[in-house]
C-alpha cells in the first residue's frame, strides 16, 4: 500500500481539560441522605456575619471565581432563590447577604476531569472567514466528570485545502443551556405511551384532545378539564402522572446569542439522564423539504437504566429534546440517516446489543426493527458490533463506520457500504478494519477503545474523529476512494431476517455503545 492508500492519524489531539468548569446547584449533606437537610443551618450561620464580613467574603469569591463563569452575580442570585425558603419571613436580608447565601449554595463541576470522548463530526453553521478548499466543522464531545457524570460539550475545527486540520479556540467560561418553554408532538407523546403500556380511557381522552403540536401550557390545560367521570376510575390519577412525567421528560434548551459555540454545555435536565446523556450522535439531516436541520441521537442515563433520546436543532443553539420509542430504540447505538429513503425516516441500530441492525420508524412514530446488516463474525469483533455514527452519503453508497469488540475488550473501528435507496443491501465492508488502537491510545480511563460517534466527507476526502481509551480524542482522515477501493464487495441482502428481540442493557459504562 502505498501512503494515499492508508488511513492517517493527525498530529491533533485533544486532552481533557480540568479547568473547563460549569457552576451548579450544592446543598450540603444532600447525597448523604442524612435525617435533617443541612442547609437551614447553614443559611443561620451566614446570616450571624455581620454586614462587613459578608460583603469581604463575597468580594474575595468574586476575585478568585469572576473571570470563570459568565454571569456569575446572576448564578448566585438563581441559587439563592432555590433556597430562600430557609431564610425566616421575617428577615430581610441586604442584595449582598443573598449573593453570598447563593455563592456557598454553588460549587464548580469540571465536566471533562475523569475523560473526554466518542466525538461526531457535523457542517458547522457559521462558515464565514474561510479560505478556498476549507471547511468548518462542529464536533459534539461526551464529557465525564465527577461521579462519572456525562454531559454533551461542542468545539470547532476548520478542515482542508486536502489533509490539513486545525482545531479553533477553546477558550473561556462555559454555560450551561437553560431551560425554556418546550412545544410536544402528539404522536411522540401517543408513542411513549404504548412503550409504558398506558391504554384507558383517561390516555385516550388525553391524547384525543391535544393539538398535533401544544405546550407545556396548552398540556396543563388538557389534563385540568378531564371528565369528572373519568377521573373516578379506577387508577385515573395514577395514569394522569404518568403522562405528565412521560410529557416532563422532553424538554427545550436555549443559549444566548453571545456564547460561541464551544462555551456550550448540554447538562443533563431531566431524572431519566440524571447519570450522564452518552455518545451524542449528531448528523446534519435533509428535511422532506429541502432544508437541512440538526439531529442528534444520544443515550439517557439514570444510574441504572438508559433510555434513547433525540436531539433537534436549526442552529446548535436552541434545542430541542424528545424521546425515542419502539423496540429498535431500547438499546444503546441508534444512528439516524441523513435523508429520507422511499419516503421512510431510517436508522441504524443494535436492539440485540451484539447485532448492527436497520430500523424504520412506523406510522405510530415508533421505530421498528427491519433487518440485521451485520453480525460478529471476524476475530477482531466476535463478542458485538456497532455502527460509529451515522451513514455518509457517497456516489458509491450509504459508507457506515462501524466498531468491533474482540478479545480483552478490544475496541476497533471498521467500515462497510450500503445500497443508496434500499440499505437493507449490503455491498461491501473492510474485513480487515479500518483503525484500531495503537501503543499510546490503548492506555487510558478504558482501556483499549477506539471509538467514533460519526465523520463527514469534505472535497473528496473522509475525517473522523475518534476517542481513544476515553481519554483523549484523536483525527484520522484518508481519501475517499481509496476507503472504498479497500472495501470488498458483498453482494448480500438481508431483509427478511430478524435479529433476537433483545431486552435494553440494565445499565451503562464509561466506554461507548
Same mark, same amino acid.
Given at each position: ?21 460549569? !457552576? ?56 439563592? +432563590? ?28 469540571? !465536566? ?5 470522548? #466518542? ?55 462555559? $454555560? ?18 404504548? +412503550?409504558?403500556? !398506558? ?75 440524571? #447519570? ?10 435533509? @428535511? ?9 441521537? %444520544?443515550?439517557?442515563? @439514570? ?9 433537534? *436543532? ?25 435523508? %429520507? ?39 477482531? @469483533?466476535? !463478542? ?9 452519503? *457517497? ?70 474523529? %475518534? ?13 475517499? @476512494? ?7 464487495? $458483498? ?23
Amino acid at each position: 500500500m502505498n501512503k494515499q492508500d492508508t488511513i492517517i492519524r493527525h498530529d491533533v489531539v485533544m486532552q481533557p481539560d480540568g479547568r473547563r468548569v460549569v !457552576i451548579k446547584l450544592f446543598v450540603p449533606g444532600e447525597d448523604s441522605h442524612t435525617v435533617k437537610n443541612r442547609a437551614g443551618r447553614l443559611i443561620e450561620r451566614i446570616m450571624q456575619l455581620d454586614e462587613d464580613e459578608i460583603s469581604r467574603m463575597l468580594d474575595d469569591v468574586l476575585t478568585r471565581f469572576g473571570g470563570r463563569h459568565h454571569d456569575l452575580l446572576g448564578t448566585f442570585q438563581h441559587h439563592y +432563590d432555590l433556597v430562600q425558603h430557609r431564610v425566616p419571613p421575617e428577615i430581610e436580608l441586604s442584595p449582598t447577604a443573598r449573593t453570598l447565601i447563593g455563592a456557598y449554595f454553588s460549587h464548580e463541576f469540571a !465536566i471533562e476531569a475523569a475523560a473526554l470522548c #466518542n466525538p461526531s463530526m457535523v457542517v458547522h453553521p457559521d462558515q464565514a472567514g474561510l479560505e478556498p478548499g476549507e471547511l468548518r466543522v462542529a464536533i459534539s464531545l461526551r464529557q465525564i466528570g465527577e461521579g462519572h457524570i456525562s454531559s454533551i460539550g461542542f468545539c470547532s475545527a476548520v478542515l482542508g485545502p486536502g489533509d490539513q486540520l486545525r482545531m479553533e479556540d477553546r477558550d473561556g467560561p462555559l $454555560t450551561v443551556g437553560q431551560r425554556v418553554d418546550a412545544t410536544h408532538w402528539k404522536n411522540q407523546l401517543a408513542a411513549a405511551l404504548i +412503550d409504558a403500556e !398506558i391504554d384507558n380511557e383517561a390516555s385516550s381522552y388525553v391524547i384525543s384532545v391535544l393539538p398535533e403540536r401544544f405546550t407545556d401550557v396548552e398540556f396543563e390545560d388538557v389534563i385540568s378539564h378531564v371528565p369528572g367521570e373519568l377521573l373516578a376510575r379506577p387508577h385515573a390519577q395514577e395514569t394522569i402522572d404518568r403522562i405528565r412525567h412521560v410529557v416532563s421528560e422532553d424538554y427545550a434548551l436555549q443559549f444566548p446569542c453571545a456564547v460561541p459555540l464551544h462555551q456550550r454545555v448540554m447538562w443533563p435536565a431531566t431524572p431519566a439522564e440524571s #447519570n450522564g446523556m452518552e455518545d451524542a450522535r449528531f448528523v446534519r439531516v435533509t @428535511d422532506p423539504d429541502g432544508r437541512h436541520v440538526y439531529q442528534a441521537t %444520544y443515550t439517557a442515563y @439514570d444510574g441504572r437504566q438508559i433510555s434513547g433520546r433525540v436531539i433537534f *436543532t436549526r442552529d446548535l443553539r436552541h434545542f430541542e429534546v424528545t424521546r425515542m420509542s419502539g423496540p429498535a430504540a431500547r438499546n444503546k447505538g441508534v444512528a439516524l440517516f441523513p435523508r %429520507y429513503i422511499n419516503g421512510q425516516k431510517m436508522a441504524l441500530c443494535r436492539n440485540d446489543g451484539e447485532t448492527l441492525g436497520l430500523a424504520v420508524r412506523d406510522e405510530q412514530h415508533r421505530w421498528q426493527l427491519s433487518a440485521p446488516l451485520l453480525m460478529p463474525h471476524r476475530g477482531w @469483533d466476535l !463478542i458485538q458490533v456497532g455502527n460509529c455514527g451515522s451513514p455518509i452519503e *457517497t456516489e458509491a453508497g450509504w459508507l457506515v463506520l462501524t466498531h468491533g469488540v474482540g478479545p480483552m475488550r478490544r475496541y476497533a473501528i471498521g467500515a462497510m457500504l450500503l445500497d443508496l435507496e434500499d440499505p437493507s443491501k449490503v455491498l461491501a465492508d473492510l474485513p480487515e478494519g479500518l483503525l484500531d488502537p495503537d501503543d499510546v491510545e490503548r492506555e487510558g480511563y478504558v482501556p483499549n477503545v477506539l471509538y467514533s460517534c460519526g465523520g463527514l466527507v469534505h472535497d473528496g476526502r473522509f475525517w473522523m474523529p %475518534y476517542g481513544a481509551s476515553d481519554v483523549r480524542i484523536g483525527f484520522a482522515s484518508m481519501p475517499l @476512494d481509496a476507503l472504498l477501493a479497500r472495501m470488498v464487495p $458483498t453482494g448480500r441482502k438481508v431483509t427478511g431476517r430478524r435479529a433476537p428481540a433483545g431486552r435494553s442493557a440494565p445499565g451503562s459504562s464509561a466506554s461507548a455503545s
